[in-house]
T-cell receptor, first 114, second 114 residues
Framework: AQKVTQAQTEISVVEKEDVTLDCVYETRDTTYYLFWYKQPPSGELVFLIRRNSFDEQNEISGRYSWNFQKSTSSFNFTITASQVVDSAVYFCALLGGATNKLIFGTGTLLAVQP | NAGVMQNPRHLVRRRGQEARLRCSPM?????VYWYRQLPEEGLKFMVYLQKENIIDESGMPKERFSAEFPKEGPSILRIQQVVRGDSAAYFCASSPVQDNSPLHFGNGTRLTVT
């Protein structure tokens, strides 16, 4: 069975703090993809990153970075120097198997206080 | 290039009425996916369609729910005889081919059943 666990339900930080959102996944597929999406208060889903299972290189995009570790089945997301505009629900998702059926975690609500 | 377009953005229905949610995929995309987000939960896969074909409807309730993606026009998610438990945000995503490309989501339709 495929599963994504985001154990942190809510995180509150003060602006400029760094914050890491955890994501642990389960799959028996050897080829799979991992995603992060942002859902701001306005409700839309914003694609942030896709990573395939054969690429364990960490990725950095501005203040965002992702740490993919197959050994621990984790794909964690770090925001450096957080800003109020980062306040949102962040979803980690897994895509494996023969269909494009994304399996989402339950999300982490990040609140960045000014 | 317009993104995935969903309408209406908000829909209010009384119990027993029908709800029709529309999704126009991105230009050139022939695959459409519907997901449901219940309040305070992550997104759950409902159905995956290609033009004129349902590929995977394993996440769709057996009764009252149906989906189509005709040769011409948008994909339609139809909910008959709505109940309060159908209140949720319904998201549509599209992709060009089944190649695990990032799924581009629309802004969602928020259905409220009174």
């Amino acid at each position: 069975a495929q599963k994504v666990t985001q154990a942190q339900t809510e995180i509150s930080v003060v602006e400029k703090e760094d914050v890491t959102l955890d994501c642990v996944y389960e799959t028996r597929d050897t080829t799979y993809y991992l995603f992060w999406y942002k859902q701001p208060p306005s409700g839309e889903l914003v694609f942030l990153i896709r990573r395939n299972s054969f690429d364990e290189q960490n990725e950095i995009s501005g203040r965002y970075s992702w740490n993919f570790q197959k050994s621990t089945s984790s794909f964690n997301f770090t925001i450096t120097a957080s800003q109020v505009v980062d306040s949102a629900v962040y979803f980690c998702a897994l895509l494996g198997g023969a269909t494009n059926k994304l399996i989402f975690g339950t999300g982490t609500l990040l609140a960045v206080q000014p | 290039n317009a993104g995935v377009m969903q309408n209406p953005r908000h829909l209010v229905r009384r119990r027993g009425q029908e709800a029709r949610l529309r999704c126009s995929p991105m230009k050139g995309h022939s695959h459409v996916y519907w997901y449901r987000q219940l309040p305070e939960e992550g997104l759950k896969f409902m159905v995956y369609l290609q033009k004129e074909n349902i590929i995977d409807e394993s996440g769709m309730p057996k009764e009252r729910f149906s989906a189509e993606f005709p040769k011409e026009g948008p994909s339609i998610l139809r909910i008959q005889q709505v109940v309060r438990g159908d209140s949720a945000a319904y998201f549509c995503a599209s992709s060009p081919v089944q190649d695990n490309s990032p799924l581009h989501f629309g802004n969602g339709t928020r259905l409220t059943v009174t």
